[in-house]
Nanobody
Framework: QVQVVESGGGLVQAGGSLRLSCTVSGLTFDARTMGWFRQAPGKEREGVAC????????YYGNSVKGRFTISRDNAKNTLYLQMNSLKPEDTAMYYC??????????????????WGQGTQVTVSS
């Protein structure tokens, strides 16, 4: 059984930082392209950042470039998202996703891959 569990969300003031973590079990983590997505109230889910199974950063959303950094620790089966210079518009539920296909050539996981339940990030002004 595949489990994807996010943690690290919370309330932070604008300009602050948070680091999200995503721990995955039940699959070969080091062979999976991974990604962070977010969804704000009333908005569609959007991609934030993705990293391939080879450890290459494959995608950053325009709104987070230069502020967020995605990374992975295959020894710990964990994906990270370091978020700096947070803005109120970063407020959203943040989701972690794992590609269901190992050694995929995809840039990011898809909506029908493995997803976590999300962790809430709230940035106050």
């Amino acid at each position: 059984q595949v489990q994807v569990v996010e943690s690290g969300g919370g309330l932070v003031q604008a300009g602050g930082s948070l680091r999200l973590s995503c721990t995955v079990s039940g699959l070969t983590f080091d062979a999976r392209t991974m990604g962070w997505f977010r969804q704000a109230p009333g908005k569609e889910r959007e991609g934030v950042a993705c990293i391939t199974w080879r450890g290459v950063t494959s995608y950053y959303g325009n709104s987070v470039k230069g502020r967020f950094t995605i990374s992975r620790d295959n020894a710990k089966n964990t994906l990270y998202l370091q978020m700096n210079s947070l803005k109120p518009e970063d407020t959203a539920m943040y989701y972690c996703a794992a590609d269901s296909s190992p050694s995929s050539f995809r840039q990011c996981p898809r909506f029908n891959d493995y997803w976590g339940q999300g962790t809430q990030v709230t940035v106050s002004s």
